[in-house]
């Protein structure tokens, strides 16, 4: 969750002018001494005072001294950091750009701490400092693509380019000021768009709120480009918060949205609407008095949604949702139990690798009028009911796939589902176990299935017993509905569940099975390796053995006899790599997850495929525990393997991988090994619209008439993430071609600039050029990025010009190693 409260602000002092005297000359070189000598003694607070005191005293030494200063500072915040003292971590950020106001290294490690702290609006406004003062600075570039992803979604892209979309909604809002609704609020405007459309179809008075700081600034910039500043009132706010007449004069007599997404429910627009209704809005055209004018009576557009589930089995998301009993049995399972998190994810089924097979025909779940609070705030108590629907094709049921129709009006709608040509995708509830016949919708819809093979008998009923009338304004209704559609699980046993929660992308990660056969083999032979070694060299002299045990020495079936083999999983994210190495025998295998329900899980997974439990422990936990600490053996070189998690799930190579292996091959023993020792990247050339439209507004035409690509348009990132290249449309223009080569096993032999040629193998536009890695675990056992089993997406860069080729041209390639970033450029 970004981190929405105002970071602490330090006080501006009034600094004096210094002026010439040999005391403060004095005082100067001793300072600057003192600063040296602290630095050297790693006390670096206190470095960073006397620092401080003599550039503030003789600015003249900057350039002297800026290297060292930038030194201390990094160390010294990395101390605050790590203590917490985040206000004197900022005051010493703020200190530092009072004397270098334009250091670009500044600015973005100040933005560093900003983002990991969750300030990330600051710290996308510090990232794109930097950025304008030195634009090629790559760490700066790297942090401020990142934070454009999060701060301007990809989908506001495909929204305005969806030519459709733009129209229908212009239509529809034309038509209702045109029929008299003259006061509009835009309930999270995005981009201002739809508040532009009003003000454009005569509105009298307008106002607009949106929530995201970025999108508030950047509707502000966009209006007031339109030459309609002053004309449409912009507040950053969420409507929730909205009062009259402290934030508009009066109640309103349309409101226009569309704070829906694929679930339709998640950007919680059915409380919106009942506050709105509640509070913002004229009360609606009554049936008793249709006489009362249109700007007396308040209305929504749209008007109201009706909501679509169809059963699905689909092997990908099963994939995703469930852990495949394989080798390494797995007790665990793909949870939405947890509120923080959405209980759905978002899919184009049209696109999923595999495809999927309708296991019933769509069916109408849900109708809601959007123009009628009553029915808005009875949504979450309705009465039961059961609808049975026919099965139409065998197979398991791994999920329910929900889609909606916006009715903008009478006449207009818009419509989400798989077989129309949007830019929207559907939700997927998938069910928890793909085995069980029993399975609930809870809360708005209750699907039970008896019979797998024949029919489907749903029972789909609304939430009556969950809350009743008067809860309903107090909680959060959408979160409520949401996880109604949401909490497809296995009947409730009268237990506790018995499963421990993981996220998609780490249950697909679990579910990697080549991966983790691949890695397996390759320590097996690493181990065989060094055991040789070791009986060469003799018990008392291998590189290793005479560490002090970590713990006690272990008992039981993990008692290997001889001393253990270390292996170190530093992945960032979830792994299981470490039981893996446990499971081999004669291992210590240590793991680096650091949240407790990853460690759950592992410690769930070594007792299920009976690991002993001292084979694998956790890194931090001991690092923690002082006594473990005093425990660790004072030789360095303890490891005989250290894994790294060199790819990302997005598709892009781990931050600061390279500094991570330079440190962990200082760390190995003699014949140790990092995994992988070496990725190679591969790429291709191609032409995909698709990728055109995730990536900016297209096209010179202005958007329903306003300017608003060029605003928006600054948030085009070139690197696009979680692509899944085998079902992405777009057309080959080239053979897959290596393009760089990472060693970690030598970062030094690394070259850091490759030009490659690719040769065009059609004629088209180059738009993007994917990539992926080939990650070798050793010389004989390598994985592939792109591969259906894998975890992994695929990234692209995705070109600023299309780049027109005919076949058999060569491209030029300049692929380029920066610090752990690689960009790709023609
Ligand atoms: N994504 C669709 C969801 N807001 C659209 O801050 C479809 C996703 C999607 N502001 C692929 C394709 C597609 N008060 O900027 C946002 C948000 C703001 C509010 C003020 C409120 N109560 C709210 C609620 C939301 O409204 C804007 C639009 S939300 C639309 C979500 C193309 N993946």
């Known amino acids: 969750m970004p981190n929405t409260s105002t970071r602490p602000k330090r006080g501006r002092r009034n600094r ?32 960073f005072v006397h620092y401080l005191l003599v550039l503030n005293l003789a600015p003249v030494l900057k350039d002297f001294a800026s290297e060292s200063f930038r030194f201390t500072l990094f160390k010294w915040a990395d101390e605050l950091d790590s203590l917490g003292r985040i206000q004197d971590l ?35 406004g510090h990232f794109h400092k930097a950025l304008k003062l030195k634009p090629d600075y790559p760490e700066a570039k790297e942090n401020f693509y990142r934070v454009a992803n999060w701060l301007v979604e990809r989908w506001h892209f495909l929204m305005l380019n969806d030519r459709r979309r733009n129209h229908k909604y212009q239509q529809a809002i034309q038509k209702a000021v045109e029929g008299g609704c003259n006061t509009v609020l835009d309930i999270g405007t995005g981009t201002g768009i739809l508040g532009m459309c009003a003000k454009k179809a005569g509105a009298a008075e307008v106002y607009a709120c949106e929530l995201s700081k970025t999108m508030y600034e950047l509707a502000c910039e966009v209006v007031t480009a339109n030459g309609m500043n002053g004309r449409i009132k912009i507040l950053h706010m969420k409507s929730l918060e909205m009062e009259v007449p402290k934030d508009i004069p009066k109640r309103v007599s349309l409101v226009v949205t569309e704070t829906v997404d694929a679930g339709l429910f998640g950007e919680g627009i059915i409380e919106s609407l009942i506050h709105a209704w509640n509070h913002l809005l004229l009360p609606p055209q009554s049936t008793q008095d249709p006489s009362r004018p249109p700007s007396h009576a308040g209305r929504v557009i749209p008007a109201g949604a009706t909501v679509f589930g169809m059963a699905v089995q689909c092997l990908e998301i099963r994939r995703l949702a469930t852990a495949a009993a394989g080798e390494l049995h797995s007790p665990v399972s793909c949870s939405s139990e947890d509120d923080s998190t959405e209980p759905y994810t978002t899919e184009r089924l049209s696109r999923l690798p595999g495809g999927y097979t309708p296991l019933t025909e769509p069916f109408n779940a849900l109708d809601i009028d959007f123009n009628n609070v009553q029915e808005l705030e009875g949504l979450c108590s309705r009465e039961v009911s059961r609808v049975r629907l026919p099965v139409t094709g065998e197979g398991l049921l791994d999920a329910l796939a929900v889609w909606f129709q916006l009715h903008l009006d009478q006449q207009s709608s818009l419509s989400t589902g798989p077989k129309e040509d949007t830019c929207w995708e559907q939700a997927i509830y998938p069910v928890q176990t793909p085995h069980s016949r029993i399975i609930y919708i809870r809360h708005v819809c209750t699907l039970s299935v008896q019979n797998i093979r024949n029919t489907f008998p749903l029972a789909l009923r609304t939430a009556s017993t969950l809350w009743g009338m008067d809860s309903v304004r107090s909680l959060n209704a959408e979160a409520e509905l949401c996880s109604a559609l949401a909490c497809l699980g296995t009947e409730q046993s009268s237990g506790p569940r018995d499963y421990t929660m993981l996220e998609c992308a780490e249950m697909a990660l679990l579910n990697n099975q080549p991966y983790h056969d691949s890695f397996r083999r390759a320590l097996a032979k690493l181990i065989t390796n060094l055991k040789d070694a070791r009986s060469v060299q003799g018990p008392s002299q291998g590189q290793g053995l005479e560490v002090m045990p970590l713990t006690d020495p272990p008992s039981g079936p993990m008692d290997p006899g001889p001393d253990p083999f270390y292996v170190l999983d530093v992945s960032e994210g979830f792994s299981v790599l470490s039981l893996m190495a446990a499971s081999q025998g004669q291992v210590k295998a240590y793991s680096s997850v650091e949240k407790t329900q990853h460690q759950a899980v592992l410690r769930r997974l070594a007792m299920a495929n009976g690991v002993p439990e001292e084979a694998l422990e956790f890194w931090l936990n001991q690092v923690e525990d002082e006594q473990a600490v005093l425990q660790r053996p004072s030789r360095e070189k303890l490891w005989s393997a250290i894994i790294l998690d060199c790819v990302e799930t997005c598709g892009l190579v781990r931050q600061k991988l390279m500094e991570k292996a330079t440190l962990a091959r200082c760390l190995l023993e003699d014949g140790g090994q990092i995994f992988p020792e070496r990725i190679v990247l591969y790429g291709m050339l191609v032409e995909s619209d698709t990728l055109l439209l995730e990536s900016a507004v297209q096209g010179q035409e202005p958007t329903l008439g306003f300017n608003i690509a060029p605003f928006i348009n600054q948030f085009t990132v070139p690197v696009h993430v979680f692509l899944d290249l085998s079902t992405l449309q777009c057309r080959h223009l080239s053979d897959s071609v290596e393009l760089f080569i990472l060693d970690l096993m030598n970062t030094n032999a690394n070259y850091t600039n490759r030009d490659v040629k690719v040769q065009a ?66």
């Open 16 to 47: 004096r002018v210094p002026r010439e005297d040999p005391a403060r000359n004095e005082l100067v070189s001793r300072s600057l001494e003192s600063a040296q000598q602290c630095l050297f003694n790693q006390d670096y607070g206190t470095a």
């Open 761 to 826: 193998s059609a004629s088209g536009r180059v738009t993007a050029v994917p990539f992926w890695y080939q990650i070798h675990l050793n010389e004989e056992i390598s994985v592939s990025t792109f591969n259906q089993d894998s975890h992994w997406k695929q990234a692209a860069v995705v070109l600023h010009q299309p780049l027109a080729v005919r076949e058999g041209d060569w491209v030029r390639l300049a692929v380029t190693l920066q610090k752990s970033s690689i960009s790709i450029s023609i």
């Open 90 to 124: 900022f005051d010493c950020y703020e200190q530092a750009l009072e004397l270098f106001p334009t250091d670009e290294v500044i600015i973005n490690s100040m933005g560093e701490h900003l983002f990991r702290m969750g300030f990330r609006d600051e710290a996308a």
